[in-house]
């Protein structure tokens, strides 16, 4: 597997591997595990970041540059397979949206695990 962006992706991969490992002391690369053994659970290690934009730059100035640069996601030229140029996370908020209109879809198996539960305590799905 190779990471996206070449040489820049591995570089930006490491960052952040760093920063949400080694700094907190949590595992970072093999530590974590591998695809022979399997993983070493609760060695994981998160990072967040959370920037003040308006310290650096006039806030409505910046959401107008960052909807542009949507923008020009969204009007890429698209591979003769792909309807639509979806910038990052935008997929997963409309999923969201339409699991909250419309419920989250279970599958069959889960449903089946659910009704048995609900009826090891004398109640039914539809009064949990």
């Known amino acids: 597997m190779q990471p996206l962006g070449g040489f820049k992706g ?3 991969a490491m960052m952040f591997g760093v920063l949400s490992s080694v700094l907190s002391g949590a595992a970072y690369g093999a530590e ?3 695809m022979v053994e399997g ?6 290690g998160h990072f967040c970041l959370a ?7 006039d806030l409505p100035a910046f959401r107008q540059r960052v ?13 003769p ?3 639509r140029v979806f ?6 908020q409309n999923t969201e ?3 909250r209109a419309e419920g989250i879809p279970l599958a069959a198996a889960t449903v089946d695990d659910l009704e048995a539960a609900a009826a090891s305590i004398g109640t039914e799905m539809g009064t949990l």
């Not at 920037?51 to 730059?57: C, E």
């Not at 909807?67 to 591979?79: G, H, K, L």
């Open 67 to 79: 909807d542009t640069i949507v923008r020009e996601v969204r009007a890429s030229r698209r591979a």
């Open 87 to 92: 910038a990052p996370g935008e997929i997963e």
């Open 97 to 99: 949206w339409r699991y």
């Open 32 to 34: 974590l595990g591998n």
């Open 51 to 57: 920037i003040n934009v308006a310290a650096f730059t």
């Open 39 to 44: 993983l070493k659970a609760g060695q994981d």
């Open 10 to 12: 591995t570089g930006l």
């Open 81 to 83: 397979v792909v309807d």
